[in-house]
């Protein structure tokens, strides 16, 4: 079964750093494009990051664009989130996912969602 298991997240002071790590299987992974969604309390999920299956493409929200960086490592079937100059408004459980095969400006499916990791940026 498609699974994704997410870790890294914690606290962290504003302006301050984290790498959310996801590890994938079940699937073919370097044949699938990869993204990293967050839903902050009382919100709902956004997409923040997506990669191309081969890593070469990235696109991110513009909420999180100059800060955030997406990478992926197919060998290990890994998906990385490295996040800068955090603010508490990215505080949010942060979620990995595959996109739809071939769509790479798609939505993630609803069926394999993770546990997600917790990120709280704070003072």
């Known amino acids: 079964q498609v699974q994704f298991v997410e870790s890294g997240g914690g606290w962290v002071q504003p302006g301050g750093s984290l790498r959310l790590s996801c590890a994938a299987s079940g699937f073919t992974f370097s044949t699938y494009a990869m993204t990293w969604y967050r839903q902050a309390p009382g919100k709902e999920r956004e997409l923040v990051a997506r990669?191309?299956?081969?890593?070469?493409?990235?696109n991110y929200a513009d909420s999180v664009k100059g800060r955030f960086t997406i990478s992926r490592d197919n060998a290990k079937k890994m998906v990385l989130l490295q996040m800068n100059s955090l603010k508490p408004e990215d505080t949010a459980v942060y979620y990995c996912n595959r996109l739809p095969f071939g769509d790479y400006w798609g939505q993630a499916l609803g069926d394999y969602w993770g546990q997600g990791t917790q990120v709280t940026v704070s003072s």
């Open positions: 990669i191309s299956n081969g890593g070469v493409r990235t």
